[in-house]
């Protein structure tokens, strides 16, 4: 995680968001899927994709931060 980022990280999944990203995530066969959408999302939402957002996503998604991170860096 970026030690330098002293702001307490805001989710971007709540609420619409959240909502918007179960309807998406019904349309894929598994939750890994879609998360280029979700990435995409968080992208629109916040600008960039932080370690705290690969994160999030993870949690979300139910994949490792290290394979999200994976497919970011890519």
Known sequence: LNMHDTKTYEPVFTGDRKKQLDELLKRYPTKRAGLLPAL??????????????????????????????GVVTF
């Open 40 to 69: 995409w999302m968080v992208q629109q939402a916040r600008g960039w994709i932080s370690d705290h957002a690969m994160a999030e996503v993870a949690e979300v998604l139910g994949l490792t931060p290290a394979y999200v991170k």
